[in-house]
């Protein structure tokens, strides 16, 4: 079972870079995706970026594409958000979850991680 955490969430200024990371702790028994999602207050888990576990698939959100970029070092069982020119509408709790698929929804995700703030002031 994959056991993920999240890290590197802050605050941020507008315009400003942050890089969050994803950990498996638990060796996988077989390949799996790793995508990020985000959920501000008050809104629905959101699909941002996802990664195939040979690096060769990205998808990204349209909101965060040219902004963010993912990417995943199976070495050493990280994969992580690059964020660049953040935006106030940014801010909001960032998931990484594991899927069977590259692409997938939040509600056939395998498992989670507990989830790291991301606010971005203006």
């Known amino acids: 079972q994959v056991q993920l955490k999240e890290s590197g969430g802050g605050l941020v200024q507008a315009g400003g870079s942050l890089r969050l990371s994803c950990t498996n702790s638990?060796?996988?028994?077989?390949?799996?995706?790793v995508a990020w999602f985000r959920q501000a207050p008050g809104k629905d888990r959101e699909f941002v970026a996802t990664?195939?576990?040979?690096?060769?698939?990205?998808h990204y959100a349209d909101s965060v594409k040219d902004r963010f970029t993912i990417s995943r070092d199976n070495a050493k069982n990280t994969v992580d958000l690059q964020m660049n020119n953040l935006k106030p509408e940014d801010t909001a709790v960032y998931y990484c979850?594991?899927?069977?698929?590259?692409?997938?929804?939040?509600?056939?995700?395998?498992?989670w991680g507990q989830g790291t703030q991301v606010t971005v002031s203006s």
């Open positions: 638990a060796p996988p028994s077989r390949p799996f995706a």
């Open positions: 990664i195939s576990y040979d690096n060769r698939i990205t």
């Open positions: 979850a594991s899927g069977t698929t590259v692409l997938f929804s939040a509600d056939k995700a395998r498992s």
